[in-house]
């Protein structure tokens, strides 16, 4: 069960810091984007919650506040840093909360290393902590990134023989990731079923770029075309 109140609380924190940010003002877009992924990352985190046990307002409210840090423009290792700075500024929020010093660290843990695995404080890499970053990833292999990533890699400007370059490393890439270790079954299995889709995909768009240059010695069917 969430605890709606502490939710609501969190969302208007949120709300306020990247509508409050002057850098994410000057880029309508990206303070849209950052909103939604932050809203689809706390809904991943709170099927995985649900399946493992865990308090799934806390992983919520620690889902909901990962990026938070994207208010602030990035400097130097801005990007890298972001973990560890939206644990900080999300930390003063969370005692607000009255939520226990213990869970407060563990939510401001699994928010630090999410980015590159360190924090800047003591704690514990507990499955739930892991949960903030496994979330954050599985994201990364939703539906949109597909059309996302192609339009920002000017795939249709592309040749022929270079989009299906860029299928292949793609794919190599794929297969690489699908092994990626997660901090929980649950986040494992849809880790798998995220990357699994993705490489379907891709398997089909180079089918595709290979029927692109002449007739195939295989005669199509009507199961291929689907």
Known sequence: MLDREMIRRTEEFLR????GSPWLSARP??????????????????????????????????CLLHDIAYCEE?????????GRRSAAIARPFLETLGLPEDRINDICYGIAIHVDDKADFCGERTPFALTVGDADNIDRFDVYRIHEGLQKDAFTDMSLDEKRAYTERRLARLRE????????????AMWKKRVLFYISFYEKLADQLEASSGVMDKRVTCSDRL
């Open 29 to 62: 877009g990206d303070k849209a984007y950052r909103t939604e992924h932050s809203y689809r990352v706390a809904n991943i985190g709170r099927r995985i919650a649900a399946e493992e046990g865990f308090d799934e307002t806390e992983t919520v409210i620690a």
């Open 177 to 188: 990731l699908l092994s990626l270790p997660n901090g929980t079954g649950a986040a494992e």
């Open 74 to 82: 990035f400097g130097e290792n801005g990007w890298r840093e972001h």
């Open 16 to 19: 306020a810091k990247l509508d």
